[in-house]
């Protein structure tokens, strides 16, 4: 199965369009098909988000690839299934724990291997992200980073790593889902003259950061201000994660990347 989540801030959808594009190339990498094409899913998306007048909410759309026949394995007969829902807006950690920060280990648990599992398909493969976020547990910390096999930085549940080195901010160039809010934070790093770098980050590279964030549709902008055993900084965001936050929610207002919902409809 394959998923995906986009959220409403506001009354209006925030980049639907990316959302979109990624779910039906997760569907068609994974062998799936909707019983809908890209207008009636996008209608169906602001219908449910209309239907439960939700001002901000985080709305899901999933494909399951269902079961064969009976007796048959041959998952080319499966009826694959589609739903969609929406509910209240989720912060990671919650709203007012992510406001000052949370806390992160970088785990010994390494993600499972691209060549195995594709991480740029949004799935829930998720039992080496499940073991690190217990191992994060029991070490007194809200959420686990995970390398990859090869030692560099990969990802964590459900959220994207990013490090600030002085001015400079580095992400991840492989082993993870390409985020939304990731690509998000590129964008705007980019627009506003903040130094950019997406490549290879080892994890030592990591504990030398000045600021570390995670982004996420759920949330969006997650300071971390204790990596470790590490306090961050000050151990509050620091300025360059505080104001690419701001920004983050600046650009919702933006029109070219919103899309309203009709709740008068």
């Known amino acids: 199965m394959t998923y995906d989540v986009a959220h409403v801030w506001e009354g209006r ?26 207008d009636q899913l996008r209608a169906i998306l ?11 909410a985080y709305v899901a759309m999933v494909c399951t690839r269902g079961r064969p026949p ?10 694959n299934r589609f739903f969609a829902y929406a509910i209240p807006f989720i912060w990671i950690g919650g709203q007012e724990r992510q406001a000052g920060g949370i806390s992160a280990i970088i785990s010994a ?13 949004k799935n829930y493969n998720w039992l080496d992200l499940d073991q690190a976020q217990f191992e994060a547990y029991e070490r007194g910390a809200d959420a686990p980073i995970l390398l990859g096999v090869d030692g560099n930085v990969t990802e964590g549940p459900g959220f994207n790593v990013f490090a600030v080195f002085g001015s400079r901010v580095v992400t991840p160039a492989r082993g993870m889902l390409e985020g939304i809010t990731r690509q998000t934070v590129i964008d705007i790093c980019r627009g506003h003259g903040i130094p950019i770098e997406i490549r290879s980050m080892p994890g030592e590279t990591l504990r030398e950061a000045d600021e570390v964030f995670f982004t996420s549709t759920a949330g969006g902008i997650i300071p971390v201000v204790r990596l470790d055993d590490r306090m961050l900084g000050k151990g509050v965001p620091g300025p360059v ?21 009709p709740y008068e409809t």
């Open 241 to 261: 994660t505080t104001r690419i936050r701001d920004l983050y929610w600046e650009r919702h207002s933006a029109s070219a990347e919103v899309t309203p919902i």
């Open 46 to 56: 602001i219908e449910c988000v209309r239907r439960t007048g939700l001002r901000t």
């Open 109 to 121: 648990v390494r993600r499972t291997p691209t060549e195995s599992v594709d991480p740029t398909v």
């Open 70 to 79: 009976q007796g048959s394995r041959d998952l080319r007969r499966c009826l």
């Open 13 to 38: 959808f925030f980049r639907l369009e990316h959302h979109l594009d990624r779910f039906l190339r997760s569907v068609g990498r994974l062998h799936m098909s909707l019983p809908v094409d890209r």
